[in-house]
């Protein structure tokens, strides 16, 4: 546990931020049409630079778990209200019977949390959705989590919403 802590350390002081397709740091999603401009970058630029988004995070997180065969799953969390989609991606992982929610990426949310199931995850995440969202009305049922395999390219947003979206539903 002491390595994986290490690795969360380094990981949660990175800032939250995208690079365009043409390398330009964006602080904020809505900067810059983060839609169409982002591009997933690949693991080696994610780690070296001081910005990322929670699915780049998450693949850095991926590749420390799988490395050291730990269990895990990288989640891929949305909920579509207002014509919009609300997403957040993290990583889970089981170890000595607990389920941990390690997150770097959600500035209120940082740590590495333990939980005896996982379906206590997805409820916890559930309950503090609204912090994620900027609103405090909206539907728990329609928040949805999928299991996703590392795409091979990301080009888009859209992209990526397609690849979760028609990965495994979990809960």
Known sequence: MEEIEEFYNKLKDKKYGWHDKNNKLHRKLRDGNFTKNFKMKKLKDIEERHHAICWEMCELERDFFKKRKIKHKVIFMVSREDKKYYCHTFLVFYLDGYWYY???????????????KLEDIFEYLKDNFS????????????????????????????MFYFHCMHSKKVY
């Open 102 to 116: 390690f997150e770097a990426s959600w500035d209120r949310m940082k740590g590495v949390h333990k939980y005896k």
């Open 131 to 158: 912090d994620f969202m900027k609103k405090d009305d909206y539907d728990r049922s329609k928040i949805s989590f999928y299991e996703y395999r590392r795409p091979l390219f990301v080009k888009s947003c859209n």
